[in-house]
């Protein structure tokens, strides 16, 4: 077990529906990052958190948020969705800020928009 | 610019034949450098960081700060290497990844 948990695995939705994907760092572990994973587009970035506050955006569409709560989970939301949207979620967490010592990531969750 | 490049989406060798995954980037500064492997769209896990300089499951990678590469190399592939790995380069506050590449290792 990696000590990054995320949840729900699976996630089906139609177009234009809204989600909230949930991440647990593992234990200690302040910073927390999440990445889009595409078929054609890799590994995107799309934000940070660092004890509660946002650090660093990436291609963080506006449709989509994220917050960082005091007990350190995360969550991602997702809204007006798009067949384009489809795609592997990664949480990773780390110790660091910046994560110099490298990340953990979660096992994802694969979101389909159908 | 911070960017990683890898130029080659899939790498397929025989079993037992030598493994060179290539890994570009652009940083201006000392870079830290990561390889992540990811089995079958599971999560990832870190292979080796640069500063470590050390080797797992047999790969190492060397930084070339003239050449700015950091190439994945095993000297014998393994069917258990068959994956998708992806060079991390840690820029500001974040690590930018490469595209990745899909390395078959062939029976």
């Known amino acids: 077990d990696s000590g990054v948990t995320q949840t729900p695995k699976h996630l089906i939705t139609a177009t234009g529906q809204r989600v909230t994907l949930r991440c647990s760092p593992r234990s200690g572990d302040l910073s927390v990052y999440w990445y889009q994973q595409s078929l054609d587009q890799g590994l995107q970035f799309l934000i940070q958190?660092?004890?509660?506050?946002?650090?660093a955006k990436g291609n963080i569409l506006e449709r989509f948020s994220a917050q960082q709560f005091p007990d350190l989970h995360s969550e991602l939301n997702l809204s007006s969705l798009e067949l384009g949207d489809s795609a592997l979620y990664f949480c990773?967490?780390?110790?660091?800020?910046?994560?110099?010592?490298?990340?953990?990531f979660g096992s994802g969750t694969r979101l389909t928009v159908v | 610019a911070q960017r990683v490049t890898q130029p080659e989406k899939l790498l397929s060798v025989f079993k037992g034949a030598p493994v060179e995954l290539k890994c570009n980037y652009s940083?201006?500064?000392?870079?830290?450098l990561f390889w992540y492997v990811q089995y079958s769209r599971q999560r990832l896990q870190l292979l080796l960081r640069h500063i470590s300089r050390e080797s797992i499951k047999g790969f190492t990678a060397d930084l070339n700060k003239g050449e700015t590469s950091f190439h994945l190399k095993k000297p014998f592939a393994q069917e258990e290497d068959s994956a998708m790995y992806y060079c991390a380069l840690l820029g500001t506050y974040k690590y930018i990844f490469g595209t990745g590449t899909r390395l078959k290792v062939l029976a």
């Open positions: 958190y660092y004890n509660g506050e946002e650090r």
């Open positions: 940083y201006s500064g000392s870079p830290e």
């Open positions: 990773a967490s780390s110790v660091a800020f910046g994560g110099v010592n490298g990340y953990t």
